[in-house]
């Protein structure tokens, strides 16, 4: 089966609102501005109720409750604000099961915003390679939503087969998707946010986290691919999907990572954990 195929079939695609994409799409643009920001949201009042219910809990601890849209983007800047309600918006997506997975409840949800985290954490140690980071961010939470649209594809002859193979030839996930049903969660996430018509570059960064694009430059699927793999070594390997803790040499050399600074970065994703926990209790 393609990517596209599989897309077409499941009767169950992530729901997601027309903010949060018009939100993704503002990221495509040279500058976005508090307004920009402030417009899209005013569009959607579940998303402005929950974001500022979100800016007025304690980890933020304003001295003023804020009470509305205009001045919570003001008070916490628009890069903040843009992470919060993006991870609003996906949470509720994300926080199913997927049994094909061996994932439970709000696991694929906790590793999306644990590599979006570990994203935004490498953008801002400076590698060698100019990414904004809420676009860094965006694609960490959204790099394997094609896993919950895939593992409704997957029956159990399905799994048995992808983990035997796994098992047996060194394969990691993805290959052995990719051998077993001709596609695997990279291609159909990406095919998904393709018919969300998301900016091509973060199309791009999801369908090849697991195989980064280097030439002729290295690309946003590269910060996505050690992103997933820090977040992997610090402990967030949902299911048993542990395979992927290996960060491509290659990779790694191209942007200016070696094995000290990739260890302080998973040392400091340890220490933003409690970001993840408070974004998650927004959901
Ligand atoms: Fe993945
Ligand atoms: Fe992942």
Request: glycine residues 4%; charged residues 20%.
């Amino acid at each position: 089966m393609t990517a596209t195929e599989i897309v077409a079939k499941v009767k169950n695609l992530p729901p997601v609102s027309h903010a949060a994409l018009r939100l993704v799409n503002l990221l495509d643009q040279p500058a976005v501005s508090n307004d920009d920001v402030v417009q899209v949201l005013k569009c959607d009042n579940v998303l402005t109720a929950k974001l500022l219910r979100a800016c007025n809990s304690p980890y933020f601890g304003l001295e003023e409750p804020v009470a509305s849209v205009d001045q919570a983007v003001l008070i916490l800047g628009h890069q903040q604000i843009l992470h919060i309600v993006l991870s609003l918006a996906f949470g509720g997506a994300m926080a199913v099961p997927l049994p094909a997975y061996a994932v439970e409840a709000n696991e694929i949800w906790r590793h999306s915003l644990t590599t979006a985290t570990a994203a935004e954490i490498i953008v801002k140690d400076g590698i060698d390679m100019e990414v904004e980071v809420p676009v860094a961010f965006t694609i960490g939470l959204l790099h394997d939503i094609g896993k919950l649209v895939l593992s409704q594809a997957l029956t159990p002859e399905y799994q048995t087969d992808i983990r035997t193979r796994i098992a047996q030839g060194q394969l990691s996930r993805a290959e052995a998707e990719k051998e077993v049903i001709g596609t695997d969660h990279c291609e159909v996430g990406a095919c998904l946010l393709q018919s969300w018509r998301l900016p091509e570059e973060i199309v791009e960064a999801v369908a090849h986290h697991h195989q980064p694009l280097l030439k002729p430059r290295p690309r946003l699927s590269a910060v996505t691919h050690v992103a997933n793999c820090v977040a992997h070594l610090a402990g967030s390997a949902p299911g048993w999907d542990a395979y992927a803790v290996r960060v491509d040499n290659q990779v790694a050399e191209v942007l200016g990572i070696n094995a000290d600074r990739l260890e302080g970065m998973v040392v400091h994703l340890r220490e933003s954990f409690d970001q993840v926990d408070q974004f998650m209790s927004m959901a």
